[in-house]
């Protein structure tokens, strides 16, 4: 019940919070890292206790889930060099920087002090482009910090993965590691066929509460089989996240999409505070049970993390800006590179968030040393959150950045493609509704040509609803083609789920039981 209570007092201090976070423009995972420090510094607050082997699969699978949904191969193909440069290699930096740190100074074990570089080394895109989203800057920052979110989570989950088996195994090199390297294609290929069989049992169970919970059940289930046969499960959730969402939406209903992704918004987000909790909870305790020479050790080593991650990632996303410049000069190439202020900017976009809390959750009770990796982990989430978190929009604004109308051009271009496919559904047909449906997508067209949102018209049920199958298609097929990108499509089609819904007979918008 103690549990329960402080949880309530959380979401209820994490609702206060939040109305600041849209108000002053600051990321809400920095309210949610003050919410959590708050209530866990309550004098009656509760030592709860969490099953580390839980934490991956409750936290992770759904962040990675939701990352890797958005993430199409696509992006990854045309980003590669940004995002390699910015996940693994930005990952395998900062974790050799700090687990060097580690011990040097606190004479960590190498196991422990790389497990805790792992643990530090991933940024949360959420918190940046939370805050990005307020600003016009250039779309390419959007879509790397988005695809390195799910680059440098499966990166730095591999390498913590590793250092804890490590860690407990003395012959890792003998045993161990061919293990770990038989498990990635069998992440791969349990990913994969758990896709498919989601989609054959999914599709008959959409627009039902089953449905629903088909959807939490297929995801965590993935993971929980991926561990059992001792593959990754890491590879095996971001594998089964691309197959859904590349096959899967032009098999939902408009209904059952705009229900999912509700659903799956606010659990992300309970999830978040959850996490925020147990991590300011236990770090309350650790602090309680640490005697005054340890604890200045933990102080001492959390600070010199801190500053290290906050350094290796902007030093590194300096370096990386300068050299494509000077290549790019060289081959005079008509891609432009990285701007210093737009690579500052990627650099002050470190903070760390639920994959640091989770993975730090995650280590083990026996772990070497794991009261002070805990300490050390809370502490950069915080100090990136509330630091680089209220300081990046600042810094946007002073850097003041000229305008990108990309993404609006590429959205008014594929609006016009599919009115243009209304339309052409329309050409044969002479009836009066026809008519007026015809007048009204005309003019749509119209607006949409000229870079505007056109307006909601008045809906003629069976014709519309017709209409609107005609553009579903042709936009399946842009993306089938790789004329749009993902983000764009998601966009298109949240729109047409509306316009759906709003043409939708009587009833026919109820989530039912079964």
Request: charged fraction near 20%.
């Amino acid at each position: 019940m103690a549990f329960f209570e402080s949880m309530l007092t959380l979401m209820l201090v994490a609702i206060i919070f939040l109305q600041f976070s849209r108000k002053f423009l600051v990321p809400y995972p920095t309210m949610l890292a003050i919410a959590g420090l708050l209530v866990a510094s309550i004098p009656w607050a509760p030592e709860i206790g969490f099953d580390p082997q839980l934490a991956l699969a409750l936290f992770i699978a759904p962040v990675l889930f939701d990352a890797a949904y958005d993430l199409p191969p696509r992006t990854l193909k045309q980003n590669w060099l940004p995002l390699i440069a910015l996940a693994a290699i930005a990952v395998i930096l900062t974790t050799a920087a700090v687990a060097f740190v580690g011990v040097t100074l606190a004479g960590l074990p190498i196991a422990a002090a790389i497990a805790l570089g792992a643990i530090v080394a991933p940024p949360d895109a959420a918190a940046a482009t939370a805050m990005l989203d307020r600003f016009d800057l250039p779309r390419r920052t959007y879509i790397v910090l988005k695809g390195e979110s799910l680059l440098n989570d499966a990166v730095s989950l591999l390498v913590f993965s590793a250092a804890v088996a490590a860690a407990a195994s003395p012959t890792f090199f003998a045993s161990v590691l061919p293990e770990i390297a038989f498990a990635i294609p069998g992440g791969v290929l349990v990913g994969y066929a758990a896709g498919r069989l989601y989609m054959a049992i999914g599709t008959k169970l959409a627009g039902t509460l089953g449905g629903t919970l088909l959807e939490f059940v297929a995801t965590f289930g993935t993971w929980v089989l991926a561990e059992r046969l001792h593959f990754s499960a890491i590879l095996a959730i971001v594998v089964y996240a691309m197959v859904i969402a590349r096959y899967m939406p032009e098999r939902q209903s408009a209904r059952h999409r705009i229900h999912s992704y509700s659903v799956w918004e606010a659990a992300v987000f309970m999830l978040n505070v959850l996490a925020f909790l147990l991590m300011g909870l236990q770090a309350r305790q650790i602090i309680l049970d640490l005697d005054a020479d340890r604890l200045d050790l933990a102080i001492a080593l959390a600070t010199a993390v801190f500053l290290t991650v906050i350094v290796v990632r902007m030093a590194w996303v300096m370096c990386y800006g300068r050299i494509m410049a000077l290549l790019m000069r060289r081959r005079a190439t008509r891609q432009r590179p990285p701007t210093f202020a737009m690579s500052l900017v990627d650099g002050w976009c470190g903070m760390r968030g639920l994959v640091t809390l989770a993975t730090a959750l995650a280590l083990p009770l026996d772990f070497p040393s794991r009261d002070i990796i805990l300490l050390c982990a809370l502490a950069v989430v915080l100090g990136t959150l509330i630091i680089q978190g209220l300081t990046l929009g600042p810094l946007i604004r002073i850097l003041n950045f000229a305008p990108d109308h990309s993404w609006e051009q590429a959205l008014s271009a594929a609006r016009v493609t599919l009115l243009d496919a209304a339309l052409s559904e329309l050409e044969d047909k002479t009836t009066k509704p026809a008519k007026i449906l015809r007048e009204v997508y005309t003019s749509e067209r119209d607006i949409a040509r000229d870079g505007k949102h056109p307006r909601a018209v008045s809906e003629l049920d069976d014709l519309r609803r017709g209409i609107i199958a005609a553009k579903r298609r042709t936009l399946a097929d842009m993306r089938r083609r790789d004329d749009i990108d993902d983000d764009i499509f998601h966009i298109l089609e949240r729109e047409l789920d509306w316009a759906e819904m709003a043409a939708a007979s009587p009833g026919s918008d109820e989530i039912i039981e079964s």
